[in-house]
């Protein structure tokens, strides 16, 4: 999920609303929680044969966390579709863009090395921003449903996750990972592109600093702002403000220091999990519907057991998709480009559609 627009005004006073998204248990459990209970499983698999034993596996050497990341990483980014193809009102508000784009973006891959090489860096990078998108509009939802006017601190409120997000990656561990994907460049002949990852290794100890204290600067501007307003009568929300320091300070640890050498899996985990908790929430009754499920008693658990059955089964196909296949592979990477795309306009709160 990325925008999750939540301009809306804030609803009267008179309208009693829950300050969760979907109750406090379901919250806890898939949007507060996951953060530090990803770290946890970082650190419980770091060392062990999970981590540490690698096999082959359709022409990828693997090993069983990478494995497993991949394959539910994959299926989260699937899972958009239920939300923009099954969704009647969402689709017919969109067609356009739900069966052209995807076409097109397949077809320049299939036709095209370049839009192959430009797609497979474009997910890297948009993955960073659509993540630091995904909590900001959580953390937007709990505004509004606090009762304070959403729009207030939506600006700071999308600068501080950005900088969270891709602060310590410029400027961390992972940092070369990231920007390695620049080196597949060669494979168009543009090779003033591949000096990128080298350049930005070289540069790396300045942008640190810059991001360390122009980062400080704007987190000391951040707190005294929210405190300003607190003291004004703006109703601090507790799940908010949990969801950013929880995230922040992962996020800061994983990708700044790598400290079990498993940053991709604690922060891809918690995110897809988030994902998936929203998806649910979001589109059960739809699901129950399309599945002709209703009538049944527990039709619910049956939509659900499908939805992560169908989810999964795509996700471990696009993980053992070899890049000999191009058609496999420009399918795996329209996927994901869909799924950054359309979150960017089908979990509007702004207009009511969440």
């Known amino acids: ?87 009647p009102d969402v689709f017919s508000r969109h067609k356009i863009r739900f069966v052209v784009v995807p076409i097109a973006a397949f077809a320049a891959m299939m036709t095209s090395m370049w839009a192959v090489v430009i797609a497979t860096v474009l997910v890297t990078f948009w993955d960073v921003y659509h993540s630091a998108l995904q909590t900001f509009g959580l953390g937007r939802i709990y505004e509004r449903n606090q009762g304070n006017d959403p729009t207030t601190l939506r600006r700071l409120d999308l600068g501080l996750n950005l900088l969270l997000y891709a602060g310590p990656i410029v400027s961390g561990a992972t940092m070369l990972a990231h920007f390695q994907k620049f080196e597949l460049f060669e494979d168009v002949g543009a090779l003033f592109l591949t000096e990128i990852p080298t350049a930005m290794s070289a540069h790396q100890r ?35 403000v949990f969801l950013l320091a929880t995230t922040g300070l992962c996020s800061i640890w994983a990708w700044g220091w790598n400290p079990f050498g498993q940053a991709f899996l604690i922060m891809n985990l918690f995110h897809a999990v988030q994902y998936f908790g929203l998806v649910w929430w979001s589109e059960r009754r739809v699901l129950v519907q399309r599945l002709r499920l209703q009538q049944f008693r527990r039709g619910a658990p049956l939509a659900a057991a499908v939805f992560a059955c169908v989810t999964l089964a795509y996700g471990a196909v696009a993980e053992i998709t070899s890049d000999g296949s191009r058609a496999l592979w420009s399918l795996v990477q329209t996927v994901a480009l869909m799924h950054f795309f359309y979150d960017g306009f089908v979990w509007s709160v702004r207009k009511r559609q969440i």
Request: charged content about 10%; overall charge positive.
């Open 1 to 87: 999920m990325t925008t999750l627009d939540a301009t809306r005004p804030a609803e009267s006073a008179k309208q009693a609303r829950s300050v969760y998204i979907a109750g406090p248990v379901y919250d806890w459990v898939f949007f507060l929680l996951p953060p530090i209970v990803s770290v946890l499983v970082g650190a419980l698999v770091s060392g062990t044969w999970i981590a540490t034993d690698r096999f082959w596996l359709a022409g990828k050497r693997v090993t069983w966390s990478t494995l497993l990341l991949g394959i539910v990483v994959n299926a989260h980014l699937v899972a958009v579709f239920v939300r923009s193809h099954l969704n």
């Open 206 to 240: 300045p942008i640190a600093w810059a991001v360390i204290v122009g980062g400080g600067l704007f987190l000391v501007h951040y707190v005294v702002t929210y405190v300003r307003l607190a003291r004004r009568g703006h109703v601090v929300s507790f799940p908010k």
